[in-house]
């Protein structure tokens, strides 16, 4: 076997960050069983509020409690609400749900043989970065629903640090190839919540979810001399700080008795995380 050598740089470097790209989705399913005859719908939105929620949050949301919601995002400069898929399983039955993508980092090397020589090949790491919900449920008295619902939320962060490798090696001609590799180093965050409830009919409730700490950008300056162009610079301060914004997850969900309405059964598969 040919030597080859390996030498770090002392620094790491920081790595542009790509655009992201369009979101993708994807679901997966349980086997239905076969006495199901009912089925149900979901429907889950993902809101972000910053600081604490308002004191009557957790009960069953009202459509005027669901619009004072909405009104309470829009008012937050730092609100967001995600529409998450419609989701509809009978009961016995399991749906996960993947939205976002995928992305692969560059995170080591190892030596192999190829044509009778030593060479450096890297080795990958595949993150998938976005949201992944598993719901089930089953029909109560009342036209209630008792589900549970598991939800993840992974994020890269906005700068990958990365070391570069300069790898040598000696091929079979005795002549010395000389590259360089950069190793990556992805921060990754997961925030995931799970929870049991029960959803009276034509009400959704609202699920605590984790916090994040956000970074905000802040500008103070001088009244009217601030917005004249290239002079403001001399009277806007500029600061940024962290503050914290909480997930919550807001479902609801029906019953539908009608068999007609079922979901065709797939084909048997494998069911990932």
């Known amino acids: 076997m040919n030597p080859f050598v390996l030498i770090a740089a002392l620094a790491a470097v920081p790595i542009?960050?790509?655009?992201p790209a369009a979101p993708a989705a994807r679901a997966e399913f349980t086997p239905i069983p076969a006495d199901a005859t009912r089925a149900v719908v979901f429907t889950l939105r993902v809101v972000s509020l910053q600081?604490?929620?308002p004191a009557d949050f957790g009960a069953p949301l009202t459509d005027a409690r669901f619009r004072a919601l909405l009104t309470a995002v829009e008012a937050d400069r730092l609100g967001t609400v995600q529409q998450l898929p419609r989701?509809?399983?009978v009961e016995g039955q399991t749906a996960k749900?993947?939205?976002?993508?995928?992305?692969?980092?560059?995170?080591?090397?190892?030596?192999?043989?190829?044509?009778?020589?030593a060479?450096?090949?890297p080795t990958t790491k595949t993150v998938e970065v976005g949201t992944r919900f598993e719901?089930?449920?089953?029909?109560?008295?009342?036209?209630?629903?008792?589900?549970?619902?598991?939800?993840?939320?992974?994020?890269?962060?906005?700068?990958?640090?990365g070391?570069?490798?300069t790898v040598t090696t000696t091929g079979a001609d005795g002549l010395e190839r000389v590259g360089v590799v950069t190793i990556e180093a992805p921060e990754v965050n997961t925030a995931t919540v799970a929870a049991a409830v029960r959803l009276p009919a034509g009400r959704a409730v609202v699920i605590p979810g984790p916090a994040r700490m956000q970074e905000v950008r802040e500008e103070v300056g001088v009244p009217v001399l601030s917005r004249i162009p290239y002079v403001s610079r001399l009277f806007t301060t500029v600061g940024y700080g962290r503050v914290a914004v909480r997930t919550y997850l807001v479902l609801s969900a029906e019953v539908v008795a009608d068999e007609s309405a079922l979901p065709v059964a797939p084909a048997p598969r494998p069911v990932g995380r």
């Open 16 to 19: 542009p960050t790509p655009p």
């Open 119 to 121: 060479v450096v090949v």
């Open 163 to 165: 070391v570069p490798l």
């Open 97 to 117: 749900v993947f939205t976002g993508d995928s992305r692969t980092f560059t995170t080591g090397v190892e030596a192999a043989v190829k044509d009778g020589r």
């Open 135 to 161: 719901l089930s449920g089953r029909a109560a008295a009342g036209g209630a629903v008792v589900a549970r619902v598991k939800y993840t939320d992974t994020r890269v962060g906005d700068t990958v640090m």
């Open 87 to 89: 989701v509809t399983v």
């Open 51 to 53: 600081g604490d929620a």
